[in-house]
């Protein structure tokens, strides 16, 4: 029989500990040929990479960020599933536990430098319901090695998002500085004819509007401003400036102001720019939502269920001056047999 003493479990504890990380840790790397191997994706850091690393780790990042993207998680910024190689030569993988944030595996390229130090600031300004804290308070080394670690995450894929916007940075800035009118011609000659063409399909109602409303705020607004003017508190740090709604007045539809258009910019965003693509953040029917609301509240220009217009959506409130004046009621469709051929004979 074994006495139970101070001295017998301890050594039982730690025994029982040894075992598990051997059988947890160890063994997976030693037995996993993949975790040996790079992945085709990967990529070594750079010496200004390594330190925003060492500062991410530093400052506790990992607590909120993940850098994994597992089959039964996929979220709005995957871009493609974890692998073992992506993390070759990486000790310690900074895989995180919790998701307060969101996942920065793949987020190199999502949004430009200009972005980042933004967010780093004040995350606020560029995600009004962000509640990470500010780091307003880290000097420009700092901050320039963090952006760069950001936007390694994703590694080779990551380089080449990072690489588009930089290729696309110096024709919006020269669009900008060439004035308002040769901006916005720039911006809509990169919009596909039959986006231009195309109004928003769903009717503007009280709720509709309202949920536009709170996606500007809580996506748009802190960019773009309250009232639409480019002027939000991120626009310190941006260049270009995030757009000004209100000039689209002086093009009108005619000139590209259409629902369409704006969806478009929404879900893809403007590449070189602040801005980014919603597609895998908002739906569809939030994206025509926030449309409506920029194009009635600061365009001032709205074609909103107009022509040219198919078969409306099944989904779709009605138009309370369009209710049927009868009180008779619809008549159901029976099914009925099929009247005999001449094969049923």
Same mark, same amino acid.
Do not use: C
């Given at each position: 029989m074994i006495h139970m003493n101070a001295k017998t479990i301890g050594f039982g504890t730690t025994a029982v500990v040894v075992t598990v990380y051997l059988a947890v840790v160890v063994a997976p790397g030693r037995t996993n040929p993949e975790m040996e191997q790079p992945s085709a994706n990967y990529r070594p850091r750079t010496a200004l990479e390594e330190q925003g690393r060492q500062l991410y780790i530093q400052y506790g990042c990992q607590y909120c960020h993940t850098q994994y993207v597992r089959k039964y998680d996929w979220g709005p910024t995957a871009d493609r599933i974890a692998q073992a190689g992506d993390y070759f030569d990486d000790y310690a993988p900074q895989l995180g536990s919790n998701r307060n944030g969101p996942? $920065?595996?793949?987020?190199g390229g999502?949004?430009?430098?200009?972005?980042?130090?933004?967010?780093f600031y004040n995350p606020r300004f560029t995600r009004p319901e962000s509640?990470?804290?500010?780091?307003?308070?880290?000097?420009?080394?700092e901050i320039?090695? $963090?952006v760069a670690y950001v936007q390694s995450l994703g590694g080779r894929r990551a380089d080449l998002r990072t690489q588009r916007q930089w290729r696309w940075r110096p024709q919006a800035i020269a669009a900008y500085e060439k004035g308002v009118d040769e901006n916005i011609r720039w911006i809509h000659g990169h919009v596909p004819k039959g986006w231009l063409r195309v109004p928003n399909p769903y009717p503007i109602t009280d709720a509709s509007f309202k949920s536009g409303e709170l996606i500007y705020q809580r996506h748009c607004l802190s960019c773009h401003g309250p009232v639409g003017d480019g002027q939000g508190p991120a626009v310190a740090f941006l260049y270009p400036p995030p757009f000004n709604f209100t000039t689209l007045r002086r093009h009108g539809l005619a000139g590209g102001a259409t629902g369409g258009m704006l969806y478009y910019q929404i879900m893809n965003g403007i590449t070189g720019t602040a801005m980014p693509a919603f597609k895998q953040e908002l739906e569809s029917e939030k994206i025509w939502d926030?449309?409506?609301?920029?194009?009635?509240?600061?365009i001032g220009i709205v074609d909103a269920n107009t022509e040219p217009?198919?078969?409306?959506?099944?989904?779709?409130?009605?138009?309370?001056?369009?209710y049927p004046k009868t009180t008779e009621r619809i008549p159901e469709i029976v099914d009925k047999e099929p009247a005999p051929t001449k094969e049923d004979d």
């Open positions: 996942d $920065l595996s793949q987020e999502q949004h430009t430098d200009d972005w980042h130090r933004a967010h509640f990470m804290p500010p780091f307003k308070y880290l000097k420009e080394p320039r090695a $963090l926030v449309s409506n609301y920029v194009a009635k509240q600061f217009r198919g078969i409306d959506s099944a989904y779709e409130p009605p138009d309370e001056l369009t």
